[in-house]
C-alpha cells in the first residue's frame, strides 16, 4: 500500500538558510500534520491542514509557515534557520471527510542539520 | 485532550505477550485511545485506536477498561523488531483534524 512521502530525506543548512520540505500524503487523504521531534524528545505537532485550509496550529514558530496545495501535498517552509531547528520533521496524512475516526500514518521523516 | 501516564520503561522476553498499561483518568466521553510505537528515529507507527469496546487487529489488542480510565496495549509474542518506544494517546475525534499529543510513552525492550 502506498505510504507517505517525505523529501527530501536528509537536509543540510547553515544558520540563517531557508529550507523547504514536502509532503506527500497517502492517496486520497485530505488531511496534513506536521510534526518536529528534536534530539531525544517526542514528536510536538506544529500545523495541520484540512481540505487546503489550515486546521490546527501548535508551537510552530513565526519563521516557519506552511500550506496544503490543490494535489494535498504539503510544503513546510523555513527560514532564517537557527542552530535549534536540527530536529526530525514528520509528516502524517489522514482521511477526514467522512471518517469517524481518523487514523494518522507518518511518513519516513526529513532530518534537518542546521550548521 | 486528556493527559495520560504510562511506565517510562519495560522489558520483554521473546516470545513472550507484552503488556503496555496507560492511564487516562481524565479522558471524555468523545475521545478515543490511540497507540503508536517508534523505532529508533523512524516515522511513528499506527498501531490500533479503540473508544470503549476491545479490538484487535494483526498487530495487537488493546483493552479498555469499563469506566475507560486505563487501558493496556498486548503484543501477544513480541519479538526483537518489537522493541521501540510505545505511545499511549487520547484524542478528540470529531470529523475535524486533530493533532496528536505525544508523551513521552513507554520504552519497551524485547530481549532474546
Known amino acids: 500500500a502506498a505510504g507517505v512521502i517525505q523529501s527530501p530525506r536528509h537536509l543540510i543548512k547553515e544558520k540563517r538558510e531557508t529550507a523547504t520540505l514536502k509532503c506527500y500524503p497517502i492517496?486520497?487523504?485530505?488531511?496534513v500534520y506536521w510534526y518536529q521531534q528534536g534530539p531525544g524528545q517526542d514528536p510536538q505537532f506544529l500545523i495541520s491542514?484540512?481540505?487546503?485550509?489550515?486546521?490546527d496550529k501548535g508551537s510552530i514558530p513565526d519563521r516557519f509557515s506552511a500550506q496544503q496545495f490543490s494535489d494535498y501535498h504539503s510544503e513546510l517552509n523555513m527560514s532564517s534557520l537557527e542552530l535549534g531547528d536540527s530536529a526530525l520533521y514528520f509528516c502524517?496524512?489522514?482521511?477526514?471527510?467522512?471518517?469517524?475516526?481518523?487514523?494518522?500514518?507518518f511518513g519516513p521523516g526529513t532530518r534537518l542539520t542546521v550548521l | 485532550d486528556a493527559k495520560t501516564t504510562q511506565p517510562t520503561s519495560m522489558d520483554c522476553a521473546e516470545g513472550r505477550a507484552a503488556n503496555l498499561p496507560c492511564n487516562h483518568s481524565?479522558?471524555?466521553?468523545?475521545?478515543?485511545v490511540y497507540w503508536y510505537r517508534q523505532i529508533h528515529s523512524q516515522g511513528p507507527q499506527y498501531i490500533i485506536h479503540?473508544?470503549?469496546n476491545n479490538e484487535t487487529n494483526e498487530m495487537a489488542s488493546l483493552i479498555i477498561t469499563e469506566d475507560r480510565k486505563s487501558s493496556t496495549l498486548i503484543l501477544p509474542h513480541a519479538t526483537l523488531r518489537d522493541t521501540a518506544v510505545y505511545y499511549c494517546?487520547?484524542?478528540?475525534?470529531?470529523?475535524?483534524?486533530?493533532?496528536?499529543?505525544f508523551g513521552t510513552g513507554t520504552r519497551l525492550q524485547v530481549t532474546l
Open positions: 502524517a496524512s489522514s482521511l477526514v471527510g467522512g471518517s469517524v475516526a481518523d487514523t494518522q500514518y
Open positions: 492517496p486520497r487523504h485530505d488531511t
Open positions: 491542514f484540512y481540505e487546503k485550509m489550515q486546521s
Open positions: 481524565t479522558i471524555s466521553g468523545n475521545e478515543y
Open positions: 479503540g473508544l470503549k
Open positions: 494517546i487520547v484524542r478528540v475525534v470529531v470529523g475535524t483534524a486533530s493533532k496528536l499529543t
